[in-house]
């Protein structure tokens, strides 16, 4: 049960945390205004419908067609905002400073070992993609070379969504998509040779979720085929966990269309999950983006068998987010009645009611993710934003602290059940990512020895670990890097998400470094909706208690104000995707707080989302308007609706990439066209990339052009002389 990477988990919401959509600089070529002529604005269409009561009006309901008029006004915009960047004068010198800094650091995520052989994704040392690269002992090679699979399609932007290499090292299936928009076809290559065994099939944007245990067969989701006129809503209904023996079609042998196994609702997603030499198998029900899980178990030699007999296992009520299987131990992570979580252990073939508490819950520390190893159960916890690795010796109950490297987090792991020892990806907010392979028998971690760190001096920054007050007497954690060589009130960036339990934690990111390098200090308020402090603070930013999202940003600001950090003149705010919300109402609420909002692939109209193609799937996150509760929290968390005529908001710079699977593109144009229709005296820019989605799979170029912009949008709305545009 690892490395299943379920994009339906992420349906709408930012990965792991969340990804930035970047926008090139190619314009419209259709309906192209003259660049440097504020578009006109965006017609008022007024429908104003009555629900649970209350009246809602809304004025831009006709973008959500995104007809040839309203991607003609958004392209204008999109134009118009680049024209308007460009005329600051530094910003070209800046985009190529972004440009080489950022092509200094070799890149590596999801590194797995199998067999003889280690495989993982590599955007080396000036390269503008994410390769797929094997390890063995012919030395290192490129799988999947996305820069050769860009020049044979006209340089169009193609990213590696997932990859999952099978138990005995001799193949890798890849999920590979065009222009960020997510929709990966599955391809399967020899990872001796290189060469291509099957596929590509398409439909299988949420992944491969696992091997058979003699690497024949390929589990994966795949999508309905939907008509062409068929709601937006529908896209991710009705998936079904086929097996795929790499010859013929895949064959769908769990769902909810199919009359046989597990019974799923329309929107779950049902997943096959093998551990290698497990005797028994998991099919999971993935509720859209709820973390708890459903799970029934079979024999793992009969899961393509329709007539298999499917036993419930785990209900949602028992609140398991995480399981791992060694043999016939399985391992669970739950929070029920254990905010912080807990570890639980039990035997294949028994109850849950026999299960033992292995990792017991503390309330200092919260358990991340749970890896099963032939020596141990390593165990991924922390204490607020910086790990701590636990390992229980196979046979044992024992807990042992296992010291890291260094002080930071871990981003990523991977064990397996055949084998002793655990790899992993270590980082802090001021020190690039290293590969680690830690040895049992030695006690001691090793370098992979891949990737490079980057032209980054860590020497030069100092780190704060501050706590702001919530207006309900709640601290909020506020980690903060300043350079040290700062003085007096600091133009002053910080960043929030605050949805899905998901948490933003101490891994370095070069995007922060961008801005921290040119002299920016850079915050991150870990506010409620996320996971830091537990289940606890997930449920304290979710449903009725949203506005402490939110509420906890504002406080977050207001607080290095008091401290002299920064100034309402020098202090902006960050997020995207999920994250608009906490920038939306932030902005709506307190518009004299800040200098500017960086709103990137923001959900501003929570009251439309749901009928968005992730829509259904982000219910259990945020409800829906058919509930007069579902309604009143969507409407608090709408910032459109909160948008009032004649206020002075601060510059906004909102972003979308055209291609968007996650939010979709009216959603940031409707929040534009909103914000400039107030009557503010500021400017409201909406950037677009016609080749781009939610960010997942941007090109490094679109990232660096992107940290580039906002850059130069901060420093001119921090008053800096030179870097006015010009007139």
């Known amino acids: 049960m690892r490395d299943a990477k379920f994009a339906l988990i992420t349906v709408g919401l930012l990965l792991g945390s969340w990804v930035l959509t970047a926008a090139g600089d190619k314009a419209a070529a259709d309906n192209k205004p003259a660049a440097n002529i504020k578009p006109a604005p965006a017609p008022v269409v007024p429908v104003v419908e009555s629900l649970f009561g209350r009246q809602i009006t809304d004025n831009y309901r006709y973008m959500e067609a995104l007809d040839p008029a309203t991607i003609g006004w958004m392209k204008s915009q999109g134009a118009y905002t680049r024209s308007l960047l460009d005329s600051i004068k530094p910003l070209g010198q800046l985009k190529q400073d972004t440009a080489k800094f950022s092509a200094s650091f070799g890149l590596i995520q999801g590194y797995v070992h199998f067999g003889t052989r280690g495989f993982y994704e590599e955007r080396a040392p000036g390269s503008d993609n994410f390769d797929l690269m094997v390890s063995d002992r012919a030395g290192i090679r490129k ?163 329709p007539k298999v007999t499917w036993t419930k296992f785990l209900t949602r009520e028992d609140e398991v987010t995480g399981t791992d299987m060694r043999g016939a131990e399985i391992f669970l992570l739950s929070h029920k009645d254990a905010p912080t979580f807990k570890v639980l252990a039990v035997h294949a073939g028994q109850p849950l009611t026999s299960a033992s508490t292995l990792v017991p819950a503390q309330a200092d520390r919260v358990i991340e993710a749970i890896h099963a190893a032939a020596d141990a159960l390593y165990v991924l916890a922390r204490h607020g934003a910086y790990s701590q690795l636990l390992r229980i010796p196979t046979g044992s109950t024992a807990i042992e602290e296992v010291q890291l490297p260094f002080h930071g987090h871990i981003d990523e792991a991977f064990a397996d059940p055949r084998t002793p020892g655990i790899t992993l990806e270590l980082s802090s907010f001021i020190t690039p990512p290293t590969e680690f392979v830690y040895h049992p028998s030695n006690k001691v971690f090793s370098e992979l020895k891949i990737g490079a760190h980057g032209d980054f001096v860590a020497s030069d920054y100092a780190l704060s670990d501050l706590q702001a007050k919530a207006a309900d007497g709640t601290l909020v ?251």
């Open 143 to 305: 799988i999947v070379d996305v820069a050769a699979l860009r020049a044979a399609n006209g340089g169009k932007p193609f990213a590696i969504n997932y990859f999952l290499a099978s138990p005995d090292g001799n193949k890798v299936a890849v999920g590979i998509s065009e222009g960020g928009s997510e929709d990966a076809s599955i391809t399967v290559y020899d990872a001796a040779r290189g060469a291509r065994i099957g596929g590509p099939i398409d439909r299988a944007q949420f992944g491969a979720t696992s091997w058979s245990d003699d690497s024949k067969l390929l589990y994966f989701i795949r999508l309905q085929k939907t008509a062409a006129n068929a709601p937006a809503s529908d896209k991710y209904l009705n998936a079904t966990a086929d097996a795929w023996d790499l010859k013929s079609e895949p064959v769908a042998i769990l769902g909810a269309s199919l009359g046989h196994g597990p019974a799923f609702t329309a929107v779950e997603s049902p997943a096959i999950a093998i551990s290698v030499g497990a005797p028994m198998a998991a099919a999971l029900s993935i509720n859209g983006v709820q973390n708890e899980l459903a799970m029934w178990l079979a024999p793992a030699a009969r899961v393509s068998d």
């Open 477 to 727: 954690p506020l980690s903060l890097v300043q350079p040290k060589s700062a003085k007096g009130a600091q133009i002053t960036i910080i960043e929030a998400y605050g949805s899905y339990g998901i948490s933003e934690l101490a891994d370095f990111s070069v995007r922060r470094a961008i801005a921290m390098r040119h002299g920016i200090t850079y915050g991150v308020c870990h506010v409620r909706g996320g996971g830091e402090l537990g289940e606890q603070w997930r449920l304290g930013g979710k449903d009725a208690n949203k506005h402490n999202t939110w509420g906890d940003l504002i406080r977050c600001g207001e607080y290095l104000i008091a401290r002299g950090v920064t100034t309402p003149a020098k202090l902006f705010i960050l997020g995207g995707s999920a994250g608009g919300i906490t920038m939306g109402r932030a902005l709506t609420e307190r518009p004299d707080l800040f200098a500017g909002v960086l709103d990137l692939v923001p959900s501003a109209n929570t009251l439309r989302a749901e009928f968005t193609a992730g829509g259904p799937a982000n219910i259990p996150e945020f409800g829906s308007i058919t509930t007069a509760e579902g309604l009143s929290n969507l409407y608090e968390m709408d910032t459109i609706q909160h948008i009032q005529k004649g206020t002075q908001y601060p510059a906004v710079m909102v972003t979308t990439g055209l291609n968007d699977p996650r939010v979709a593109p009216w959603e940031p144009a409707k929040l534009a066209a909103a914000l400039q229709a107030s009557g503010t005296s500021k400017p409201i820019l909406l950037r677009i990339d016609e080749e781009a989605g939610h960010g997942i799979g941007s090109t490094k170029t679109q990232g660096d052009e992107l940290s580039a912009d906002t850059i130069a949008f901060v420093f001119w709305r921090a008053g800096l002389p030179e870097w006015q545009p010009r007139e």
